[in-house]
Nanobody, 127 residues
Framework: QVQLVESGGGLVQAGGSLRLSCAAS????????MGWFRQAPGKEREFVAA????????FYADSVKGRFTISRDGAKNTAYLQMNSLKPEDTGVYYC????????????????????WGKGTLVTVSS
């Protein structure tokens, strides 16, 4: 059983940075793909980024490429999302997820079938 707890959200001005963390508990964390989704007010939840179990492959939504970086630390059982050059449209609740599906498939994966979800952390970017 994997449990995920996000942290690091908050209020930031446009152009600023935040780093989200996702702490995982459970003995099989290292065998799971990890990733981030977000849900803006009044919109559906959308894919943001994913990282393979080894950390060797990363994938991003076009809207965040070049600004966000996903990483993971196996020793700390933690995944991260470094967010730079934030825009007001990045505002939303950010959710950490874990699944055995390949990172390359996460953008089109059925979210309802994802194995594990965190409860989310709110990111607000002011203009």
């Amino acid at each position: 059983q994997v449990q995920l707890v996000e942290s690091g959200g908050g209020l930031v001005q446009a152009g600023g940075s935040l780093r989200l963390s996702c702490a995982a508990s459970g003995p099989t964390f290292t065998s799971y793909t990890m990733g981030w989704f977000r849900q803006a007010p009044g919109k559906e939840r959308e894919f943001v980024a994913a990282i393979s179990w080894s950390g060797g492959s990363t994938f991003y939504a076009d809207s965040v490429k070049g600004r966000f970086t996903i990483s993971r630390d196996g020793a700390k059982n933690t995944a991260y999302l470094q967010m730079n050059s934030l825009k007001p449209e990045d505002t939303g609740v950010y959710y950490c997820a874990a699944d055995r599906a390949r990172a390359s498939s996460w953008q089109t994966l059925n979210q309802n079938a994802m194995a594990y979800w965190g409860k989310g952390t709110l990111v607000t970017v002011s203009s």
